[in-house]
């Protein structure tokens, strides 16, 4: 059964740190682009980070460059997503998803939640002082 898993979610003061963390089972994800999506309370869910199928290539929203990191361990077949200096803003529930495609590019447009065909079901960030 294919399926994305993500973990590492909780709740966090303000400046703090989280890694979230998307593992595949039933297939090889190293082989495609994989992103981190976000949906916050009332608000449509948007793509925050996507890296290319090489991990070469990655795009980062611009609410959360210098802070989030993207990265992808191959042996592991696991996505991170490295999350620094959090804001009440960045609460969310966080989704792991892939388009699917083994292409080594990555652009905005690439990072969309019109392109993913695989989800996983999402991690809570909640920010609280």
């Known amino acids: 059964q294919v399926q994305l898993v993500e973990s590492g979610g909780g709740l966090v003061q303000p400046g703090g740190s989280l890694r979230l963390s998307c593992t595949a089972s039933?297939?090889?994800?190293?082989?495609?682009?994989v992103g981190w999506f976000r949906q916050a309370p009332g608000k449509e869910r948007e793509g925050v980070s996507c890296?290319?199928?090489?991990?070469?290539?990655?795009y980062y929203q611009e609410s959360v460059k210098g802070r989030f990191t993207i990265s992808r361990d191959g042996a592991k077949n696991t996505v991170y997503l490295q999350m620094n200096s959090l804001k009440p803003e960045d609460t969310a529930v966080y989704y792991c998803?892939?388009?699917?495609?083994?292409?080594?590019?990555?652009?905005?447009?690439?990072?969309?939640?019109?392109?993913?065909?695989?989800w996983g079901k999402g991690t809570l960030v909640t920010l609280s002082s």
């Open positions: 998803a892939t388009d699917r495609s083994m292409l080594d590019s990555m652009t905005s447009s690439a990072c969309s939640v019109g392109r993913m065909n695989t």
């Open positions: 039933g297939f090889n994800l190293n082989y495609y682009r």
């Open positions: 890296i290319s199928s090489s991990g070469g290539n990655t």
